[in-house]
């Protein structure tokens, strides 16, 4: 039976059975112009959403603002709609030892937002897939770009938790959690607890001991490699996929 989402617009018949999550609409062209076969799916409320083909395989990329609330209601329409492997793909703000300028693979999240706690339990793991999380390291290795596995926060509150909050920072970096973002820890839970597979890559452009951000010819390049890389990884973790070579 074909079902249709309700703030997305689009049928079960219009996705693949991955997807490439993203914050910033405008990455949703970046990933459509290394697809083929583009379909442009929804635009309303800046949930900009499109399925292409890569290597045969459909892939849907799908927009939702900042904060994990609209992250999680784009997650679940799209997994109602079929979408079993999801991929946050977006940038963190970093901490010693992270530089500037890397590619973070989240391994897990800690769940410090509390949008993922409408779906499960207090204690519930923010963990990545694993086969996710090994496509996205042989692609940063073959891609040759610096990188870097973690743990990433989640926090609801950009000025109030995550910015100039100079003791939690030292906390985090004691426990090893060396990123931090709004999203990942929701994409992670959610998705586990509906039976999908979820993975995070994100790009390193803000540091938070200091608040110094990429400068933004660096981040609009370092972006192009992050999406390259995401796809590059993404559908040879599919599970019926092959090892391709890499995107050209």
């Known amino acids: 039976m074909t079902r249709h989402a309700w703030y997305l617009n689009c049928s079960s018949d219009d996705v693949g059975d991955c997807a490439i999550l993203v914050g910033d ?7 459509a112009e290394l697809l083929d076969d583009v379909s442009w799916l ?11 083909t890569l290597r045969g ?3 849907t990329v799908s927009a939702f603002g900042m904060g994990a609330p609209i992250a999680a209601v784009v997650l679940d329409e799209l997994n109602q709609l079929g979408v079993t492997t999801f991929l946050r793909v977006g940038t963190v703000m970093v901490l ?3 530089r500037l300028g890397e590619l973070v693979i989240a391994d897990a999240g800690v769940r410090r937002e509390r949008t993922s706690s409408t779906y499960v339990p207090d204690g519930y793991p923010a963990v990545a897939d694993h086969d996710l999380g090994v496509a ?8 040759g770009v610096p990188w870097r596995a973690t743990v990433v926060e989640s926090s609801d509150g950009f000025y109030t938790e995550m910015l100039d909050q100079q003791a ?18 929701t994409v992670l839970a959610v998705a586990r607890a509906l039976g999908a597979r979820a993975g995070s ?3 390193a452009t803000v540091d938070g001991t200091d608040a110094a951000r990429l400068p933004d010819r660096e981040r609009v390049a370092l972006e192009e490699t992050l999406v390259r890389v995401a796809l590059d990884a993404l ?5 019926t996929a092959t090892t391709g070579d890499a995107i050209r």
Do not use: F, I, K, Y
Request: charged letters at 30%; hydrophobic letters at 40%; proline letters at 7%.
């Open 42 to 52: 929804n635009e309303d409320r800046g949930l900009t959403t499109a399925t292409g």
């Open 201 to 203: 890559l994100c790009a």
């Open 136 to 143: 996205l390291r042989d692609a940063c290795a073959a891609a």
């Open 25 to 31: 609409r405008g990455r949703v062209a970046r990933v």
């Open 168 to 185: 939690r920072h030292a906390e985090l970096e004691r426990l090893g959690v060396h990123a931090l973002d709004m999203e990942t820890s």
């Open 235 to 239: 559908v040879p973790a599919l599970p």
């Open 57 to 59: 395989r459909r892939v």
């Open 96 to 98: 010693p030892p992270a």
